[in-house]
């Protein structure tokens, strides 16, 4: 086979990759906007989205549903687009803004923010991705100080073990804070940091959806660099990238972006470790293909676990932090046990 027609192959295997994910995460879309507590049939679910249903079906749907599925698969694309950058500037398969502690950092913020207003409502949700910036970019900033050395660089084992120090310190921070809350806010903390999407609206959309756009774009934009970094630093810089510079604008993207999707979403982990390994086993290693990938794949997984979240256990919900968490635990233990 010829070196022009295995490229052809690739290309159209990677396109049909990403159109796969595409179509699963339309189908899981209508699935989900006929499941839960109150049921719609497909005809009514059809009839409302055109403006035929009653006043209840246009309620449950338009303001309960959809913000809720939107949210879903904003968060889980960037959630996961962030842990693929994580993962290429580090060189380190289990990078996840999880585990490296941005989500703590964004989420104590976000808390320290819900404790200073009167109730938990009165919180204006346009104000919780700037607020989760601002623990994230500060924990982000920690741990790398904390993690380079100028002799070495930034070692991809140094780099975990950091940030999973300054997670468990965060976590337990924001244990205490939530512990010393008024009772009428802690139930709605506790829920939020489980990784509920529950209670979302359309401000939450609106407040998330720039940060996505902006965000993507750029990173999508500049990918090419990422490629060349995954091999190593003595390379990179033989190419003409300055990998400092790139790692920081990299890693800053990363940061606001998880840092973005956890002001809305709570606490949900693993999706940045998930998606991404996903994604590279089917498209490769080329970042033009692997973050689409990724961020179709992310949208997917936690569309999938939201909807299984409200729907396992009527009328009981499970947070969709918490049925990520049930696959994602275990895969993080399956790559450490191979990781050399």
């Avoid at 956890?262 to 693993?270: E, L, N, P, Q, R």
């Avoid at 080329?286 to 990724?294: D, F, G, I, T, V």
Wanted: positive net charge; charged residues 10%.
């Amino acid at each position: 086979m010829s070196s022009a027609n295995f490229e052809r192959q690739k290309k159209t295997r990677r396109i049909s990759v990403i159109t796969i994910f595409s179509i699963l995460i339309v189908i899981t879309f209508f699935i989900s906007m006929n499941t839960g507590l109150s049921r719609l049939t497909p005809m009514e679910v059809m009839d409302t989205l055109f403006g035929h249903g009653t006043a209840k079906q246009d309620l449950i749907l338009h303001k309960i549903r959809l913000p809720r599925i939107v949210i879903s698969i904003l968060v889980g694309a960037g959630l996961a687009v962030s842990g693929c950058i994580l993962q290429g500037i580090s060189r380190n398969d289990m990078a996840d803004p999880g585990i490296l502690g941005i989500t703590a950092g964004a989420g104590l913020m976000v808390v320290l923010f819900i404790a200073y207003f009167p109730t938990a409502a009165d919180a204006p949700s346009l104000y919780l991705p700037f607020l989760a910036l601002i623990g994230g970019g500060l924990t982000a900033a920690l741990i790398y100080v904390l993690a380079y050395k100028k002799q070495e660089g930034l070692l991809p084992t140094r780099f975990l073990l950091t940030g999973i120090s300054v997670s468990v310190g965060l976590i337990a921070l924001i244990n205490v804070l939530t512990l010393r809350l008024h009772p009428s806010k802690f139930q709605y903390v506790a829920v939020w940091l489980a990784g509920r999407i529950t209670g979302t609206t359309w401000d939450h959309v609106l407040a998330l959806l720039p940060w996505i756009i902006l965000l993507f774009a750029f990173v999508f934009y500049r990918a090419r660099h990422l490629d060349v970094m995954i091999f190593g630093d003595n390379i990179a810089t033989g190419l003409g990238i300055n990998v400092e510079k790139e790692r920081l604008v990299y890693y800053a993207a990363a940061t606001m972006l998880a840092a973005a999707c956890v002001s809305v979403s709570g606490g949900i982990g693993f999706v940045g470790l998930i998606a991404p390994h996903l994604a590279r086993k089917l498209v490769g290693h080329n970042h033009k293909y692997l973050l689409p990938a990724s961020a179709l794949a992310g949208a997917l997984l936690l569309l999938i676990a939201d909807t299984l979240g409200r729907s396992l256990f009527l009328p009981s919900e499970i947070p969709a932090g918490i049925v990520v968490a049930v696959i994602g635990a275990p895969y993080f233990l399956y790559l450490l046990a191979r990781a050399k």
